[in-house]
């Protein structure tokens, strides 16, 4: 009877890669669900437009959430209609359209950020001095 402690694996199969699974669509949401989402900011106060337009650009250009967090001021081609987005995950820059509507928001939300020491777009708070 051997020894079932010195055995040693010979599968010929242990090097070869197994392949991916298929990943399941993931679903989006429904209009109801986005109508309730966008209606959610306080449009009367700085977070609620900074927080709707963030959410607005997300929706229209599909970009990462880290993405838009690194969107600079000078980031944004008004002429062009379009952002340019550095921060990426795979560390290649490039350049998305934006549509009227968006660029219109944007400018609403420049009009309330104001001009301020820092080059980032998105700022978490608005002080007043």
């Given at each position: 009877?051997?020894n079932?402690?010195?055995?040693?694996?010979?599968?010929?199969?242990?090097?070869?890669k197994?392949?991916?699974?298929?990943?399941?669509?993931?679903?989006?949401?429904?209009?109801?669900?986005?109508?309730?989402?966008?209606?959610?900011?306080?449009?009367?106060?700085?977070?609620?437009?900074?927080?709707y337009?963030?959410?607005?650009?997300?929706?229209?250009?599909?970009?990462?959430?880290?993405?838009?967090?690194?969107?600079?001021?000078?980031?944004?081609?008004?002429?062009e209609?379009?952002?340019?987005?550095?921060?990426?995950?795979?560390?290649?820059?490039?350049?998305?359209?934006?549509q009227?509507?968006?660029?219109?928001?944007?400018?609403?939300y420049?009009?309330?950020?104001?001009?301020?020491?820092?080059?980032?777009?998105?700022v978490?708070?608005?002080?007043?001095?």
């Amino acid at each position: 009877m051997p020894n079932q402690k010195s055995k040693t694996s010979n599968n010929r199969l242990s090097d070869i890669k197994l392949l991916k699974d298929r990943k399941k669509v993931v679903e989006t949401f429904t209009n109801e669900q986005l109508q309730t989402l966008f209606n959610q900011p306080n449009l009367r106060s700085f977070v609620g437009v900074r927080n709707y337009t963030f959410m607005l650009l997300l929706l229209e250009t599909g970009v990462r959430v880290s993405e838009l967090e690194g969107v600079c001021v000078q980031d944004i081609l008004w002429n062009e209609s379009k952002l340019h987005i550095r921060n990426t995950k795979t560390y290649k820059e490039r350049i998305v359209p934006i549509q009227l509507k968006m660029k219109n928001q944007l400018q609403k939300y420049i009009q309330i950020r104001g001009v301020m020491e820092t080059d980032a777009f998105f700022v978490l708070y608005l002080w007043i001095s």
